[in-house]
């Protein structure tokens, strides 16, 4: 078990032991979030079959989620959740018709080597005359909001191929002048997003190359004395996360380079938390719009502030987030229209939310994003678009993004091969460092639970799992070579190896009856 992964897990004991105190045990848990995650999931399968895998086009095999393939919107926003739902949902598609819309863009779509520009369905053909800056900007988008997200589930595979060579292909086309080298673009949400790119790919890979140009972009924006990030929401997030998870890796990987950073990144979260916060910690929009809309992307902002403490060894802002988190419970936040009535504003709202929780368990936190993903993005007809389910655009794609995400949590990753309507799994922490698992089902199932692994360190090559944006989070994860202890009902215990439980652990549900599950390392293997 690695330290964070301890740490994270002493953090949700502590929730665990309330719960207990309260008099629910976590069987009770386990089986309350079976409730809860079977009844979201169940509708993402549908969607998944229903509304999103009829999008893909007959002719090109591109995903037609709003009307068109293009970059900054439909791969970029529409296709990584897609992917995710059939990651979690259906393998088949996965592997199917999600893998093969890759292959078909990156067969049509490139331009300048392997930079993509949007096809245009009308010649049958890659859009001509589209703006070199926004044809960087559109790539960009497609390697942050996009392929990241897919490599954080699927490590490197494809998707991973095609991530690197955009970012190789953007750089080496880099058009402007500073005193560092030349950069892609002056657009500040381009930068951050080659920022938490090119963080990745360095540590994927071990080349140089690629902390070389992060750190261009570093020294752009440090070397002006009063930088700091004015937007606190969407297209001003990225930046604060990148320059968070650049300082993060490079605490480990270039340390005197991140010794040269803090102070610098210090200020810019110092001013943040001064002149973009209210009262009770939210941001935002803008600096100094305290008398604005409170930002949708607070939580975004406050995963660059965490990535600052665990790359310092010091709690400069983790009281802060918890905090803010604790004044989630306030009337003020129940059903807050971030963006209006767009799912968008709840989904993204929530999505930072889960990512702050995922490193600081609060109760008061757990219950908003439950209610307001139930309240906002599951059950309220009038934010989906047919009927009960929901529709494929961006905003639309977004909601399935947290939906999966908040069903995960409640499943603590466990995701069960193949997904049947009816079925419902779901888990708690059991205080000790192991989790109680509750399954039951409609109808007789035969299947298998997949547990996860420490992806951030076996997938992206992290020293620890930093808190970052475009990942699903780590909830319960097994080592592959440590043993664990399997107990299921009165049966005799049996030992997998972690290995093993990722691969699938077999499990036969019969109709109508919940069968409880605990798994907890083999304490006498170490």
Same mark, same amino acid.
């Given at each position: ?27 009770? #848990? ?5 409730? =809860? ?30 009307? %068109? ?40 779509? %490139? ?83 080659? $920022? #938490? ?9 071990? @080349? ?31 930046? =604060?996360?990148? $320059? ?34 209210? @009262? ?25 502030? $965490? ?64 209610? @307001?993903?139930?309240? %906002? ?18 905003? #639309? ?45 409609? @109808? ?25 944006? %475009? ?41 109508? #009856? ?13």
């Amino acid at each position: 078990m690695t330290t964070s992964h301890k740490a994270i897990g002493i953090l949700l004991a502590a929730v665990v032991t309330a719960a207990l105190a309260s008099g629910q045990d976590a069987f009770e #848990q386990a089986s309350e979030s079976a409730a =809860i995650a079977g009844h979201a999931l169940d509708k993402v399968h549908r969607w998944l079959h229903g509304i999103a895998l009829p999008k893909i086009d007959p002719e090109t095999g591109l995903y037609k989620a709003d009307g %068109n393939w293009n970059y900054r919107d439909t791969a970029a926003d529409c296709y990584p959740f897609f992917v995710w739902a059939a990651h979690v949902v259906d393998r088949d598609v996965l592997n199917g018709p999600a893998r093969n819309v890759l292959h078909r863009e990156t067969a049509l779509c %490139n331009a300048v080597g392997r930079i993509p520009v949007p096809w245009d369905f009308n010649t049958g053909a890659p859009l001509k005359d589209i703006e070199w800056d926004e044809m960087v900007f559109q790539a960009s988008e497609y390697v942050k909001d996009g392929l990241i997200a897919i490599v954080e589930i699927t490590g490197p595979d494809e998707w991973f191929d095609r991530m690197r060579a955009i970012t190789d292909d953007l750089w080496m086309t880099a058009r402007y002048d500073t005193p560092f080298g030349k950069i892609p673009s002056t657009n500040i949400e381009v930068n951050g997003e080659q $920022l #938490q790119a090119l963080a990745r790919l360095y540590t994927m890979t071990g @080349e140089d190359k690629y902390l070389d140009w992060a750190d261009r972009l570093a020294d752009y924006y440090f070397a002006q004395e009063d930088f700091r990030v004015t937007r606190l929401r969407d297209h001003g997030c990225e930046i =604060i996360g990148g $320059l968070g998870l650049l300082h993060a890796v490079e605490s480990t990987h270039r340390p005197e380079r991140a010794r040269q950073y803090a102070p610098k990144l210090k200020r810019v979260f110092d001013i943040i938390l001064a002149e973009g916060c209210n @009262e009770d910690g939210l941001m935002y929009d803008e600096l100094g719009g305290k008398s604005g809309r409170l930002s949708d992307g607070w939580g975004y902002n406050y995963v660059g502030l $965490l990535c600052f403490d665990m790359a310092t060894g010091i709690e400069t802002y983790r009281p802060t987030v918890a905090a803010t988190l604790k004044n989630l419970e306030k009337p003020r936040y129940k059903d807050y229209p971030w963006e209006g009535e767009s799912i968008d504003g709840f989904a993204d709202s929530i999505e930072g939310a889960l990512y702050l929780l995922n490193r600081i368990p609060l109760e008061e936190g757990f219950a908003w994003v439950d209610r @307001e993903t139930r309240n %906002n993005l599951v059950d309220h007809p009038s934010r989906l678009e047919h009927g009960d389910l929901w529709g494929t655009m961006k905003l #639309q794609s977004n909601g399935v993004r947290t939906v999966l995400m908040h069903s995960l949590m409640h499943t603590q990753g466990l995701i069960a091969r193949p997904w049947r309507q009816g079925l419902q799994l779901g888990a708690a922490p059991d205080g000790g460092g192991g989790i109680v698992i509750a399954i039951r089902a409609g @109808e007789d199932y035969n299947g298998v639970l997949e547990f996860d692994i420490p992806r951030h360190r076996i997938y992206l090559g992290f020293e620890k799992d930093w808190p970052r944006m %475009n990942t699903l989070p780590e909830w319960f994860t097994v080592e592959p070579e440590t043993v664990y202890v399997v107990r299921r009902g009165d049966a005799p215990p049996r030992k997998y190896t972690g290995r093993q439980l990722h691969a699938g652990l077999e499990v036969s549900v019969t109709a109508g #009856q919940t069968l409880q599950i605990t798994v907890a390392e083999d304490k006498r293997r170490r």
